[in-house]
Each structure stands twice: as C-alpha cells, then as structure tokens.
C-alpha cells in the first residue's frame, strides 16, 4: 500500500480545523456545556481529518499507468472519474482512473477492483457497522442515530442493500463450518444444556407463525453458566434447518471435551420430547420447573374455591416439588386426593395427565443436588430476547429472508461470535488476507 504524504495531509487538517474549533470555543466559558461542544466538534474534526487521509490513499494506489493487464486483457486508459464511496468516516469523493479494452465496450476501475465495495460504494468497515448495529435497530432506527452520533450518514436505501447483500452471501455460503470447533470449551465446565423452544413471528400475506429458538449451555460444578451459543430459524415445517444447527454445535461441545452431565431442557410441548428422546436418549430430561409452576397455579385455582386456600395449597407444594424428594410423586397424591373430594372436572383431568406425563422429568430435588440447570429461563430469555425484541415490535411483518437475515446477524452477537463471521465474510473477499 502507497502511503506518501497521508499522515502528513491528516495532521495539517487536524491542525487547521482544531485551530478554528479552539479559537471559537474560546468564546465561551469553561463548564460542561462547552465541553461538550468541545467533545462533539474534535470528534467531527477527527473524522473529516480521517476521511482527508483515506482520499490520499485511495488516489496513491490508484492506476496511473496508460495501459494495464485484466484478466489477460490490455486496457487503455480512457480518463478520469468523480467516485463516491461511504466509509465509517463518511462519504469520500475520489478521483480515479477508468480504463478500457479495444476489444470490449465494458470499461473497469482498477481502483473499485482492487477495494470490492459492496455495490462498489459502501466499505467493509461501513458495512460491518451496519450488520451489527441492524442486529438490535430497525432501518429506520439504525439511519436516524447515524444522523445523530456518528460520522457515517448512510440513506435507508444504502442500508437495506448492505443488509440484503450481506443476507444474500449467508443464504449461499452459510456460516464458517469450524466456528464451533475453533471455540475452546472451559476445563471448568461439566455440564452442556441443550434447549428448544419457538415464538410466533408475523410473516407477509400469511400472518403468524411459529419461529425456532435453540440454545447450547455450558454450567460449571456449581451451576453457574459459563457460555451460551443461540440459534434462531425462521418459521419452518419439522424445523429441519435449526434441528441441524443444534446438532453440529452439540456434536462440536462433544468432540471438545468430556461432560459429566448432558441435560435436555423444555417446557412440556410434545414435539420437543419426541425430538430429544430420539435424538439425545441417554442425556437427563428435564422439564422446565416455571412451566411446571404455572401449571400448579392453575391447578390450585380448580381445585379450592378459596383463593387463600389455592394460594397456601399452592406454596406447600411448590416448595415441595422443588426441594424435597420425591416432590413429583408427593404432588400427584395430592392432586389425586384433592380431585377426589370434587365433582369430575376435565380441566384438573388434563393438568394431572400433563404431571403424570412429566413425572420423570420433574426430579428437581435430585438435580439441585447436583448443581444441574432446572428451568429453561435461557432458551424463554432467546425467545424474547433473540427473536420478540428484534421481530416482533408493533406493526412489524417480515419475509422469510429478511427475518432469516436478521436472526443469524443477531445470533451471532449474542454468541459473541461476530468477529468470527465477519473474519470470514472478508475472507471469502479477499483471499489472501490475514486475520
């Protein structure tokens, strides 16, 4: 890279403006008002020195050469062009030469070859800033604090590109395949939890529907979480597509390192028992306690008329479906007696069926005991967190794309593995470079 005179230009434009800011601030009076006019303009007066700089190095390593080779073709220099490009530090304006082949009407850039700006406009750096605010902003959101803090000004319409070109390379090459298995797992850790559940998105010209939520845990000896990996999938029949992701990350925790205990954690919905008994048939199942609990609440509203009575029922035991051993069994005794001494009622028959059911994945007792995770308050906080904050504001609709866009870029921040992915998005830019 050509960098002739690029520091020099940056200092002498940060000396110029920062001679005008001082001698205005010296206006006015020292408090924290004019600092921070002070924070605000050294700010802006550091970007625009930056984007000085980043013009001189885009025209150094510009072609000045009368003819050049691409891709096995001679190409003579036509003449010179006005460029816009957005960067982090704003949108710079760059002089650079095109050229063209005798033989091809097409003309080409080199400078624009050699920088491969998404949509020959918007840089990686720009570009990594958007994905990874659009994560937790709307659009909308996203342009309007620009606007306000930061140097960048991008249009809504430059920002729904960066988003659908960055949608359109996950869609064709996925994530890097050993982003899992270059994650080192701590030695500490002893226990993995896996978690499904789903949360209903509003989909265009076909309402709602129910989108997946998956986590992989990992739990040192005392119970405390150490990592949490999430995955989101938009709606989906069988959900294939998240079933598979959940798979590879708990086959790559596996290949890592030993764990002494593996535990499967849902709320009651039979389509995730089906799945886990198959799939992880030797790890403990566990029913998640809060569902359990609401389920007990209702429970004790049905069998006593009297709601301090429903209330006391209700604490006694689930303090002892908690704490003491046996609680499962205790409890269904005493549903059973209760529901003797009531007329038939179908709704205290399908809440005892939903215990009976669940009997042996409600040890809470004996999983306490082992500092082992009771309830799914990880994969509950991914249903909100991962999919509710980001998809399911008022009035929002989504395409399948664009909600699958949206989930993997959000996903990977919360998994802390954005620097990861975005290493390889360059990568598969620029092959030769080094991270």
């Known amino acids: ?23 205005e601030l010296s206006k006015y009076s020292f408090d924290g008002s004019s600092i921070l006019i002070a924070e605000k303009q050294f700010f802006q007066n550091i970007g625009k020195s930056g984007t000085v700089g980043l013009e001189k190095l885009f025209s150094e390593n510009d072609e ?12 003579y220099f036509k003449f010179t062009s006005t460029g816009k490009y957005l960067t982090l530090l704003g949108e710079i304006r760059v002089k650079r030469g095109i050229f063209q082949s005798n033989n091809d009407k097409n003309s ?38 620009c606007r306000k803090w930061s140097l960048l000004k991008p249009s809504v319409s430059t920002v729904k590109r960066v988003l659908d070109y960055v949608g359109r390379f996950i869609k064709e090459n996925g994530l890097p395949d050993d982003i899992a298995e270059k994650e080192q797992v701590a030695s500490e850790a002893v226990t993995l939890a896996i978690s499904m559940d789903g949360t209903s998105v509003n989909i265009k010209d076909e309402g709602w529907k129910h989108a997946g939520a998956a986590t992989v845990s990992t739990y ?43 535990v499967c954690i849902a709320d009651g919905a039979r389509e995730f028992w089906r799945y886990f008994r198959a799939k992880y048939p030797d790890a403990i199942h566990v029913v998640d306690f809060f569902h359990v609990a609401e389920h007990l609440s209702k429970l004790s509203q049905l069998l006593f008329m009297n709601e301090m009575d429903a209330k006391t029922w209700y604490e006694k035991y689930v303090n002892i479906l908690k704490n003491a051993p046996n609680g499962a069994a205790k409890l269904i005794r005493a549903v059973r007696y209760r529901r003797s001494l009531l007329q038939k009622n179908n709704e205290i028959e399908s809440e005892l069926k939903y215990l009976q059911h669940n009997r042996h994945r409600m040890d809470y007792y004996s999983l306490i005991e082992k500092h082992l995770p009771i309830g799914s308050g990880v994969i509950e906080a991914a249903c909100k967190n991962l999919i509710g904050a980001r998809l399911k504001r008022s009035g929002m609709r989504w395409t399948y794309e664009g909600g699958e866009t949206i989930l993997t870029l959000r996903s990977l921040v919360l998994s802390k593995r954005w620097d990861a992915f975005w290493n390889y998005f360059l990568k598969s830019h620029f092959h030769n470079l080094n991270t």
């Open 1 to 23: 890279m050509e960098t002739k005179d690029v520091s020099k230009l940056v200092l002498i434009s940060i000396q110029e403006g920062l001679s005008q800011q001082l001698f």
């Open 220 to 262: 040192d000896a005392t119970g405390k979480r150490l990592t949490t990996i999430y995955i989101g999938r938009m709606p989906e029949k069988g959900k294939k597509t998240i079933k598979a992701l959940l798979e590879a990350e708990v086959s790559a925790k596996l290949s890592q390192h030993n764990f002494k205990y593996v």
């Open 64 to 75: 000045i050469k009368k003819v050049i080779t691409h891709r096995g073709k001679k190409h």
């Open 108 to 145: 080409i850039c080199p400078l624009e070859e050699k920088l491969k700006f998404i949509n020959d406009y918007v840089s990686f750096a720009a570009a990594e800033y958007i994905c990874y605010s659009l994560a937790s902003m709307t659009i909308r959101e996203f342009v309007e604090h």
